[in-house]
Structures are given as C-alpha cells and as structure tokens.
C-alpha cells in the first residue's frame, strides 16, 4: 500500500495510482455481503485460484456450476436440441389442427389426450424410475417418442391426416411422457453431485425453455414454404441428437444413489411424506391449480394469432418471445443459492400480471413485449418449485417427488385444457385467459396467506406489515 510518508519531498502519486483504502464501517461490509447473498453467491466465493471473484463474474459461474461435469453437459445438448424438435412439433400441431377445425376446444382436447397418461401414470412412472436404472429408461423413452414423430409425419406427408389420427397418436406420446417425464428429471440428479442438484434441475428447466425460444422461431418459418409434414420431420431428426448423447454419456462417472427395493406401496409413501412436511405439500396443492388454469394460454393463442392479431405465423412469434422470457426466468432462479417460498410467490404473480396483459393485446406486436413477463414467470415459477422439493426430499425419494410435481403441472391438461378451450368459444378468448389467470392469482394469495401465519408468535397482519424485515418462509 502507497504510504505517503515513505516518499521523498514533492513526490504526488499519479491520480490513477492506487490509493490507501479507508477501512468499510460495519454497514457497508454487511451491505457488500448481502448483495453477495441476493445473488445466491456465498461471501467470498472464490475461484479455483483462491481469488475473490467480482460478484456478476461469481454469479454467472455459480448460475452454470454443474456444466462442469462432462455427463451434464452431454447430456444437456441433446436435451437441447430434442426440445427445439418438440417445440417445433408443437408449434406445427396446434396450428395443424387449428387449420382442420378451426376451433380452440379441438386444441383443448388434443392437450387433455396427450397429458391424460401423466395424470393417470406419471406417480407409477416415478416409482419405475426410482426401481430401474434411470439411463436405460430415458433411452427406452426418447427411442419411443423418435417412432411417434415419424409416424405422425408420415401421416401429414400422405395426406391422410385427421383429428381421430392425431388425438390416436397424442394418446401414444403421453403414455412415453409418463414414464420419460419422471426418468429424465431423476436421471439429471444422476450427472451433478448432490450440492448441484438443485442447480442442474434449473439448469435443466432453462436448457428446456431457452429451446423454445428457436423451435417456435423455426416453425414460424417454414410452415409457410414446407408446410408442417416437414416440421414433424425436423422434430424426428433432432431425436437422434439426444440418443447419441446419451450412448456416449460415462456410466461409472453417474452419481447414482441407491435404488428403492421393489415392491411395497412407493407411490402411496411419497404422498404419506409430502402431506407430513407442509412447506411442501400447500405449495405442491398451489401449483396444482396454478398449473390447471394459468397454463393454458396454448390453447387460445393459435385463434388468437389468426382471428386477433391476424396471421397465424404470430402464435410461433409470439411462442419465440414469450420462450426468451422463459429462458431468463429460469437462470434467474437457478442462479439463486436457496429457493425461498417468497420467491415463489413472486414469481406466480409476475405470471398472473403478464397472462392477462397477454389476452388483451390489441396486435401481436404488442403480444411479443406481454409475452415476456408471461414466459419469466412462468419459467421461474415452475423451475422455482422444483428447486423448493429438491431441497427438502431425501435422495431415494427424488424421481417420486418430480414426478408428483409432474403430475401437477402436465396432468392438470386434461382439466384445464378442454376447459379453458370451452370458455374460449363460448365466452371469448381474451375472458377465458383472464378468468384462468384470476383463479391462479387467488390460489397464490392464498398460498401467502397461509405462509404468513406460519410465523410462530406473530399474526399474519403484523407479519405483513413487516414483510420487508422478515427472511420469509
């Protein structure tokens, strides 16, 4: 350190020379830490040198902490590339049957069909994957789902596509769902250790959504010139990516854990323990109704591009938008250290707010800047929720608990798809988002209302008088 002292008479620093620091008071040490702990960066977070990292350069690392382990990032291109593939397939489908009915209950119906089996199958589907070896049955899965998008495209090409074809091969893809759903989020506890798990399901949930920023951007497109035979083409081929990925991932560099004996009733004890730990099961019964009616947005969006906005290419748009809000929700949450209730909260509002925004614009210009805030929310809320079971579940208990959370969001579909599409050619499209997102706002107002009285000696108004002093649930 410079000490002025020390030097001759005359002798002045140059102005851009370090000079001698005045020791930080209390206030700004414990502002500088908490800053830290805003961004999910412990105090000192260091890098592999022992040097203290500036705080965005912390954070951008520990947001992409499990891409250090060859197996996640393997992994995680194909992921990426197959979820492009599907998003393409399901930009291409609403829009197919769109064109052959033209009504919003047909879309509702296809939905209720293709996640029926998640509903009725996703919690056994856990079970299996908490039995079996998770990398066998993610393989077995995704080679199911390459058949179903070349027979689907097979159909398309020859012409002899219909409603009863497509809602027959809808019910094929949801039975693969509701086994690969459950395998495949088990499975990416498997690629991290058990510090980054929580990490590498975030991760994994943006790699997802940050996918359906260029499958809908694809379709949108091509659906012009090559029609959506074509698409479904595209979203075989991008399966062979993931399959390869997985033929070349280490099974002896896994972090497996230790699988549970079969038989007994697996299905019946991870509900036992999730409505025995409360910070879990009001969230998980939140979600559940979140997810029936704030979710279906879908459904009224291709009518909504064709009839409102005026061309049917704004429902891939408007998807491409509302997929970069996703992809910043969910790196936002994964660059947390711990999901905390209060941040889920958030995060459902934020997509409550953006949904009915979303139904009343006037133009799809206007629906790419309302599509944003939906997609954050919802990427956020969804992978937020996530994070908040896996920080309290054992490790035999994981692919059961996703798989319940799966149950919760896929399976609400076949309840809130044909129903949402029902409002909407009954009472409009733009009231049948609003009243979904209404329902969803009132259960995560709820939500808080309970989390509030959860604080021991203090009633729920002082506690929200004094919310911002409070850490949360």
Known sequence: MWDAQAQPAGFAPHRWARQPQKPASWGESRRADRGDIRLGIPTGYRDSNGQRMRV???????????????????????LFVSSIGQWIYITALSILLDRLTGQTTTIGVMMALQFTP???????????????????????????????????????????????????LSIVLGLLLAFDNPARRGFVTELVPDEDVANAISLSTAVMTG?????????????????TGWLFILNAVSFVVILVSLAFIRGDELFTTKLTKRGGTPVRDVVVWMRNSPV???????????????????????????????????FGWVLTTLSIGSL???????????????WVFATGMLLVAGTIALSWSPSGWVALLTAVP??????????SVN?????????????RVLAMVAVAFLGSYPIGGPLTGLAGDHIGLAWA?????????????????????????????????????????
């Not at 359906?212 to 010139?225: D, E, F, W, Y």
């Not at 939906?374 to 992978?383: C, F, H, I, K, R």
């Open 328 to 342: 910043f929700g969910s790196l936002m949450t994964a660059s947390l250290h711990k999901v905390r209730l209060r």
């Open 280 to 314: 879990l099961w009001v969230p998980f019964v939140t979600f559940a109704v979140v997810a029936a009616s704030g979710f279906n947005y879908g459904v009224i969006l291709p009518r909504l591009a064709r009839e409102v906005w005026g061309a049917e290419q704004w």
């Open 211 to 227: 996918s359906r920023i260029i499958g809908p951007a694809i379709a949108a497109l091509l659906i012009g010139p090559l029609g």
């Open 118 to 168: 998640m509903l009725l199958l996703g919690a056994y589907g856990g079970a299996i994957a908490d039995q079996f070896n998770r990398l066998k049955l993610v393989k077995l899965t995704q080679l199911g789902m390459t058949l179903q998008a070349v027979a689907i495209a097979v159909v398309d090409l020859t012409g002899v596509v219909n409603v009863p074809i497509v809602y027959g």
């Open 56 to 78: 965005r350069t912390a954070a951008v690392k520990a947001a992409f902490r499990s891409m250090r382990h060859r197996n996640a990032r393997l992994f995680f291109i194909g």
């Open 374 to 383: 939906v997609g954050m929310g919802s990427a956020a809320y969804v992978t």
């Open 387 to 399: 994070a908040l079971t896996q920080q309290e579940c054992p490790a035999d208990m994981r692919a």
């Open 433 to 473: 988002l609003t009243a979904g997102a209404v329902i969803a706002g009132t259960a995560l107002l709820s939500m808080a209302w309970w989390a509030l009285g959860r604080q021991p000696g203090v009633g729920r108004m002082q506690a929200l008088r004094g919310l911002r002093r409070t850490s949360g649930a």
